[in-house]
């Protein structure tokens, strides 16, 4: 039921652009339908906290943050609860972008999966339109920022993390673009990637590219966060559950 539209996949956005080093945008990752398909998804069986270890407002008081994980994925398809072949998408989209990570920065050493998370941010009714707090703060994905000049690789940070990728679902909704900063205050702002259906901003996770996401005020914004790593020692195990069931199921 998938791809039914062809793909036509192009870097729209590269270093000079973004301002800074080791970060790129592209479209065409997903089709429509597929972006649709994973919203719809998103919709019946993400729950408030899911990979934020509970919290419902990890980042800022005025969202909630509700994740579908690869790991209840797997287990809902397990149990028969959802179609495999949503699982498979699901693999399926962030396999792709692993490839134009891999391609656009020339990466020779083998590169596994760290994280894959399915997230829809939406303002709480009360959060008022004018915000000026960011969805998520300005921070690194492998080191603890201290000061702007200073990050530190130690717990807990996830000082494994290579590599990251936002792969965007939707636009429909207002506020919620992705920022890359030269400080923590977001006051010198490098680049912005405004969400869309196949859009991915794609990045090296150390203290070269700080980042973060404005304040969603309309709407829910849909996207997977996926993060990888030279170390297979910090693999995602999920990933391998989640071919193995998939196998089952045939």
Aim: aromatic residues 12%; hydrophobic residues 35%.
């Amino acid at each position: 039921m998938f791809f039914l539209q062809a793909l036509k996949y192009r870097v729209i956005m590269t270093e000079k652009q973004l301002r800074g080093p080791n970060r790129f945008v592209s479209e065409g990752l997903a089709s429509t339908e597929e972006c649709k398909t994973l919203v719809n998804i998103a919709k019946m069986f993400a729950i408030t906290g899911d990979g934020y270890e509970g919290k419902r407002s990890p980042h800022t008081v005025m969202e909630k943050f509700s994740g579908f994980t690869l790991n209840r994925a797997t287990l809902l398809v397990y149990v028969g609860l959802l179609d495999p072949k949503y699982l498979k998408l699901y693999l399926d989209l962030t396999e792709r972008a692993k490839l134009r990570i891999q391609e656009f920065f020339q990466v020779k050493k083998k590169l596994y999966f760290s994280y894959t998370h399915l997230v829809r941010r939406s303002p709480l009714p009360d959060s008022p339109t004018n915000r000026t707090d960011l969805s998520h703060p300005i921070h690194a994905d492998n080191c603890i920022v201290l000061d702007d000049n200073y990050c530190k690789k130690s717990s807990p940070a996830y000082t494994w993390r290579d590599y990251s990728a936002i792969i965007f679902l939707n636009d429909d909704f207002e506020g919620g673009e992705f920022i890359f900063s030269a400080d923590l205050n977001a006051e010198e702002v490098q680049g912005v990637v405004k969400p869309k259906c196949g859009r991915m901003v794609a990045f090296s996770s150390g203290f070269e590219n700080l980042h973060g996401v404005r304040a969603v005020t309309k709407g829910s914004r849909y996207g997977i966060g996926v993060w990888f790593t030279h170390d297979s020692e910090h693999a995602e195990i999920e990933r391998n559950m989640a071919h193995q069931v998939l196998l089952t199921q045939k």
